[in-house]
């Protein structure tokens, strides 16, 4: 067992009020109202289970993600909060990053006061567009006015905060693209995650698709659209530091950044992975069987793996391309010709003893990790 | 096992395909008792899975019977249900050796078709005795008067020898046992003449190494002897020596004019070959009995595993594959675009198409075979000529002074309201005819001449789409004649794909190319690069187009640290991207290699 001392928590919070049709993550819409606390006492416990490893430890960045764990029942939430505070915030390395995935509709003044109050510094919002006709068919309760209150409210109480988009979806056009990314950057957003829409063949999405009932937005359009998107991000001061995460100078998400550098990460509630730099587990998916784990005292682990040499090449590789540094090109000097031929093609670019993809090529990045990979 | 060779009735039965052959063969083995009711099964001779799924017979198949006649005495039926398809000739034309008569079976609807003819032919080549049969009498479309008159004319002979038959309600068959013995000539066998046996096919058993299946013509076999091979000169020494019923029955000897097996315990097929005599080694015979003709390879193709993995489990398939048939060849062969595999040669296109079936089915093997062509015969400027079985290796035509190519007689019976479509098709492919002759007032039959690589592909199936399925057709090898041929190419991004080459005549390349390069634009997945598409003759470039560069394939999100999930996604694809073959940087789909099979014409 690798052990470090400094280590990244994330907790999956599972609830969500609607389901999202495009949504493949470990979510539902929970109908038991003493669920939510049971599932919060019990990642305490999980907590616990690991304190051996944390005890010697720092936590340098905490992430709420779901799900919406904004969405947590009130009593839910505050037993959370006070546990943060207590338990949590006392191992926090200094600067330590806090971050919350918020909803804009479930984005509320007392619910923020709670967490700000547990040591929250960051906030994400799930924007995903302006455009009320994209909000509608990717399903979403969140109109653009309450997208715009909710930015309002996240800018003036939290200094850090991140705005999520989804790009290309069927609708999506430039000058929607355009407007979103002006409402957003007309406040102090210092981070924006832009996701081209993915359609998994679990969804409802992916069932109509099947179905043919529509088409996904045509590939270069999806490149079109990306391409501008990188440009004009870079223009308004938000540097692409990975491939679907831009930022303000210092304003990369540290948690994020570390999946990127494969330092260690402790993974609590369901579906949620852990890595201690030479195993991955995760978590039960299912968050009921997760949960009577935890309770039950035992580890709520449904699969692990160690990583051989390859393995951990494969990650490197796949993982470093991801983000802008890239990776050293010794790492894949035993794939020179293929690397030449991406240079020529504009897919990656050398920065001194470094590979990087450029945009063209972070669009094509499962390809060309593909082919570098051995 | 003695049994007086007056009571011996050795005969086969020849038709055009689907005249009734084997389902004629049911009610004879059932008439004659030798299968009991609860083993009745239709087609009950076609014993491979292939042969029953698609209703053909690719094998020959033996079998003994005893029949009770009218006159009270036993016999001895001796029946081979021959293959019957125009692929297949070479192994009717053996089972022809070990028989004294043939049944020629007509269809009372069809009347008599290409195959019949040819059948017929080869039949009286050998000097058998035809006995007449026609079939299917029970159908409501059955023009029997009319069909026993095409016969009568074809063959000569009196009309109340036609024996009238349906072999599906049992019809006639009594009539046609008796006509067996009263008109099949038995067998004039020299028990103490030098042992010559014929094999007339042969079987590869796991146990007993490949059994010979053999028409005893002089002196007797049995277990123990120590046998030769007249043409191959192999010796072996005897295992065991039976008949057949529908399983084989071992006896202590076979006897000149009796038809059995013989497991010779040869590890390979090759070692007893077909059509070959078998003679004692202690006293040879002077004379084979047949002059041994080589079944000789007509159309080749590149068989190549597409898990490079497999290529020696390929390798075995084919070989034990070959040791049930000597027809087939192969030879290691390397493709830039494929990797390593083999240039098999077949009979014909059923032939390929049931290899390449059996490889996929009994083998588990993942084949790309590339498009069939024909053996060609190029002559250098120096007077040297190599013989082309693969395209890709056609010399430069700097180099070539004239290519020659097999050609073939093809005739097509058909109603004559379809011959003004079949002539437009066999024009476009190069053939002419030599002659058209009328069967009755409403069909025809009509003889061409033309390249068997026009024929190969699928003129089988356009003839038969013409035609409505009225049409028949056979063909014959005619010899090699001088064409004006160039080789095709295909380059993608500059480069050739040797797979991809084709032999074309020097008048339809542009459109070949054009309709190629179509085809391949179509069935090329967009890749990291702009692919152009060529097609070149000699280097000289007659058609292209471009397939664009993809441009997005990404995994957006990287999710909550699940990393493991998008690398293990990425090792699937790494294992289907094994199975991808490429030239230079341009990945190639399997599909696409059929892509010349696919260009309409
Ligand atoms: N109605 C009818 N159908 C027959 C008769 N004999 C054969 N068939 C059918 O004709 C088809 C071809 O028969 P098959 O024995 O396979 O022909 P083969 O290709 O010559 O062996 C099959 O569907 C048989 O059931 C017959 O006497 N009457
Ligand atoms: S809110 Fe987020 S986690 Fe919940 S269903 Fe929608 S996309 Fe999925
Ligand atoms: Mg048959």
Redesign the interface.
């Known amino acids: 067992m690798v052990t470090s001392r400094d280590w990244s928590v ?1 907790v ?1 919070v599972p609830f969500c009020e609607v389901r999202c049709p495009y949504c493949h ?1 470990a979510c539902f819409v929970n109908q038991d109202p003493d669920f939510p606390l049971r599932y919060v006492r019990a990642v305490e416990r999980e907590l616990d289970f690991h304190s051996g490893r944390l005890d010697s430890a720092r936590i340098v960045s905490l992430y709420f ?1 779901g799900g919406t764990p904004t969405a947590l029942s009130a009593p839910a939430r505050k037993e959370l909060c006070r546990w943060l505070g207590e338990e949590l915030r006392p191992r926090f390395a200094p600067e330590a990053e806090f971050t919350l995935e918020a909803n804009p509709e479930s984005l509320d003044p007392r619910v923020l006061d709670d967490w700000l109050e547990a040591g929250l510094n960051r906030l994400s919002i799930g924007i995903q567009t302006m455009h009320p006709k994209v909000l509608e068919f990717l399903g979403r309760r969140s109109t653009p006015a309450s997208n715009l209150r909710a930015l309002d409210l996240a800018c003036q109480r939290v200094d850090n905060v991140s705005a999520d988009l989804i790009v290309a979806s069927p609708l999506d056009d430039w000058t929607g693209l355009l407007r979103s990314i002006d409402a957003i950057t007309s406040h102090p957003v210092s981070h924006i995650s832009a ?2 829409l ?1 359609i998994h063949a679990d969804t409802r999405f992916g069932r109509e698709v099947a179905q043919g009932l529509w088409q996904p937005s045509p ?2 359009q ?2 079109d659209l ?1 391409l501008r998107l990188v440009q004009e991000l870079a223009d308004r001061g938000f540097h692409a530091y990975e ?2 995460n831009f930022a303000q100078p210092g304003r990369e998400s540290r948690h994020n950044g570390r ?2 550098t494969r330092d260690p ?1 402790l ?1 609590l509630g369901p ?5 201690d730099g030479a195993h ?1 587990w ?1 978590n039960h998916r299912d968050a009921h069987r997760w949960c009577e784990s935890v309770e039950a005292g035992t580890l709520p682990v449904e ?1 692990r ?1 160690h990583l051989d040499r390859r ?1 951990v090449r ?2 490197r590789i ?2 470093g391309l ?1 983000r802008d540094e890239g990776i050293p090109e010794a790492w894949v000097e035993d794939r020179s010709r293929l690397v030449d ?2 240079l020529r ?1 504009g ?1 990656l670019e050398r920065v001194g003893p470094r590979l990087r993809a450029t945009p ?1 090529g ?9 082919r570098l ?1 051995d | 096992m003695s049994i007086d060779p007056s009571k011996v009735r050795n005969f086969c039965i020849v038709a055009h395909i689907d005249h009734g052959k084997s389902t004629l063969a049911d009610r004879l083995l059932e008439r004659a008792g030798t299968v009991a009711l609860r083993d009745m099964r239709a087609q009950l001779l076609d014993s491979m899975d292939l042969e029953q799924e698609r209703g053909i017979t690719i094998k020959s198949h033996p079998v003994r019977l005893d029949y009770e006649a009218s006159d009270g005495q036993e016999y001895v039926f001796h029946l081979i249900d021959t293959p019957g398809h125009v692929d297949f000739h070479h192994e009717v034309s053996r089972s022809l050796a070990a028989c004294e008569g043939a049944l020629l079976v007509v269809d009372a609807a069809q009347g008599i078709e290409a195959q019949t003819l040819n059948n017929l032919y080869l039949a009286l080549e050998h000097d058998l005795e035809i006995l007449p049969v026609l079939n299917k009498i029970d159908l409501p479309s059955a023009r029997p008067d009319e069909v026993t008159h095409e016969i009568v004319d074809l063959i000569g002979c009196d009309e109340s020898e036609v024996v009238r038959v349906s072999a599906k309600t049992g019809e006639g068959i009594d009539e046609l046992l008796e006509a067996i013995v009263r008109l099949v000539p038995p067998p004039k066998p020299h028990r103490d003449k030098p042992l010559r046996a014929i094999v007339f096919d042969s079987v590869f058993d796991a146990y007993r190494g490949t059994i010979a299946y053999v028409r005893v013509v002089d002196g007797i076999i049995r277990t123990g002897d120590r046998i030769r091979m007249m043409g191959g000169g192999q010796i072996h020494d005897v295992m065991e020596v039976g008949f057949f019923r529908l399983s084989q029955i071992k006896t202590e000897s076979i006897e000149a004019g009796q038809v059995g097996y013989v497991a010779t315990g040869a590890k390979s097929v090759a070692a007893v070959q077909m059509g070959d005599t078998i003679t004692s080694d202690a006293h040879p015979a002077e004379e084979p009995v047949l002059g041994y003709v080589e079944a000789k390879p007509m159309v080749f193709s590149g068989f190549y595993p597409i898990d490079t993995d497999d290529y020696v489990d390929l390798k075995e398939a084919l070989e034990k594959l070959q040791l049930n048939d000597a027809a087939l060849t192969f030879e290691p062969e390397t493709s830039v675009a494929l990797g390593f595999g083999f240039r098999c040669g077949f009979l014909g296109l059923l032939h390929l198409e049931i290899v390449q079936e059996r490889l996929e089915r009994e083998f588990d093997l993942e084949l790309i075979a590339t498009l069939p062509n024909v053996e060609y015969h190029a002559v250098l400027q120096d007077g040297t000529e190599v013989k082309v079985e693969n395209p890709s290796k056609m010399p430069d035509p700097s180099e070539l002074s004239s290519v020659h190519e097999p050609f073939v007689t093809v005739s097509v019976i058909t109603p004559k309201e379809y011959v003004g479509g079949m002539m437009t098709l066999t024009i476009e492919r190069r053939g002419a005819q030599t002659g058209m002759e009328y069967m009755d007032t409403d069909r025809v039959k009509v003889d061409f001449e033309m390249p068997l690589s026009e024929l190969v592909v699928d003129y089988f199936d356009k003839i038969k789409s013409v035609s409505r399925g009225y049409a028949s057709l056979d063909y014959e090898l005619l010899g090699y004649r001088e064409s004006d041929l160039v080789k095709l190419d295909i380059l993608l991004n500059g480069e050739p794909v040797d797979a991809l080459s084709v032999i074309v005549h020097r008048s339809t390349s542009y459109e070949w190319g054009r309709d190629l390069c179509r085809k391949l634009k179509e069935l090329l997945p967009r890749q990291m690069f702009e692919v152009s598409i060529q097609a070149a003759i000699g280097g000289r470039v007659i058609a292209r187009t471009n397939v664009k560069a993809l441009r997005k394939n990404v995994t957006a999100k990287c999710y909550g640290g699940d990393v493991s999930r998008k690398r293990k996604l990425l090792e699937k694809q790494k294992e289907g991207k094994r199975r991808m073959k490429s030239v230079g940087s341009v990945e190639i789909p399997q599909e696409a290699f059929f892509a010349v099979l696919k260009v309409e014409r």
């Open positions: 994330y999956h993550f993600g996701y081209l993915e590939n270069d999806q490149a990306y491939l679907s999946y990127w990460y993974g579906s949620a992975h852990s890595f991955r995760w699969g793996e393995a494969r990650e796949l993982l991801r031929d991406y093609a897919l063209e972070w669009l094509l990045l499962d390809e060309v990790v593909l990979c």
